[in-house]
């Protein structure tokens, strides 16, 4: 009888893993078979296998060989295009060769893995600490200051990126030498929703609740239509079929809900980087909704159940942007750093502009740092990839800090883990060195070229 046993239960195994695979991406017999925890960027997808492995290949399901190399660009490209300072193209170079014998650095996984807690890193990557030292141990050469460095020390303190090395390349650093650490003209870029709005195709003439055009079968409340006539959308011509009916001769069509395809009609970059940050990743990936209760930082437990999509911080014909600024993010978020904002200077800065104290773009929300404002070839938008400038956070430094703030200070702030923890409330604790080294490694430079014969 045992025999008859073991069958049978090899037999249910074998059918629950079939079903595993070929269950759909949202359907929680999936979690069984994960090989071991995820990492902070990939957990929210992680029931969507296929997204990451190939479900043709042959091997072994739980290996990393059938991990896609295209897998990892389909999400990652095009936030390293035109960044990226080892492209896998740089390494084509035959003089690349021998380097390439010692780390492959063509191929995502040699430097990331999934799966692997054990390995994985603060910033939420599994990557080899000495990565840097197998192709450039000679720094030193070239770079006296390097010299006697420790072989994992590049990536600390805000020194090197691998890829995306924007705030930190060297001419960049030494343009900023000796900034002060509080600019003058402490101010984020302005948007003129309204403007931006009637570019999509909208006229412009400003309407009134009286103008409000829904069909005669649907019930409106009058604050309701209060909420809509004080917002840009009725200030661009914007009326209310254009976002409730599906089909704009159909008024059966009509949808109390509007789903983010339709704000992104009209929002086209915001609903598109909104499904490349941590609250949309989830839709993206054919996923229900990112709820608080999913999230790995700590969350009010109020809060556990919110479907995150536009509304959840734009809400209903309010599209209050200032609510959603902070007030929004501090509905769901619980962890110290932001806690804290609500007693730092920034907030203090916010608050004034909000109520009119304070010039516009002077304040500092929630939003102004992680959801950053950026110069588009049609306005200015904003960027509502939250996690797009978190990690690593030096980041942060060229879309936001330095609105405000000089770079060296930029820099030794994000570098300053209690500074982060209590939202910048006080000064770096240490400095960053790399803009002064920066700075003396080009008056070095052109000293050896005037001492030439």
Known sequence: MKWLTCIGINLAIGAYYSAALVAPASS?????????????????????????????????????????????LRCHGEQLKGVDTHPAKKFNDP??????????AQNCLSCHAEHVPHQTLEMGL???SDYCWHCHQDVADSRPSHDGMAFDSCSTAGCHNYHDNSALYEKFLD???GEPDFLDAAINPQRDTVSTVSQK????????RGDADFPESVSVSEPTLADWAETSHAAAGVNCT??????????SSWSDAVSLETCGTCHDKQAESFLTGKHGMRLAAGLSPMTPSQARLPMHHDAAHRELDCNACHQGHRFDTAFAATEACLGCHADDHSIAHSQSSHADLWRAEVTGE??????VSCATCHMPRLQGDDGVWVNHDQNANLRPNEKMAREVCMNC???EYSLSALADENLIRNGFSGTPTERNKSVEMAHQWFIERAQKRRERP
Do not use: R
């Open 126 to 128: 599994t990557m080899p």
């Open 201 to 208: 195709g909208w006229p412009k003439e400003k309407l009134d």
């Open 405 to 407: 703030h000089g770079l």
């Open 242 to 251: 254009a976002c409730h009916l599906a089909d704009q001769e159909d008024n």
């Open 95 to 104: 003089t690349n060769a021998e380097l390439l014998a010692t780390l492959d």
């Open 358 to 363: 304070g010039d516009a773009g002077s304040g």
């Open 175 to 177: 343009d900023h030498f």
């Open 28 to 72: 929680p017999i999936k979690s069984a078979w994960l090989p071991g925890k995820t990492t902070h960027g990939h957990y929210q997808i992680e029931l969507d296998c296929d997204a990451c492995h190939d479900p043709n290949s042959s091997d072994d399901k739980h290996s990393s060989q059938n991990v896609m190399q295209d897998a990892c």
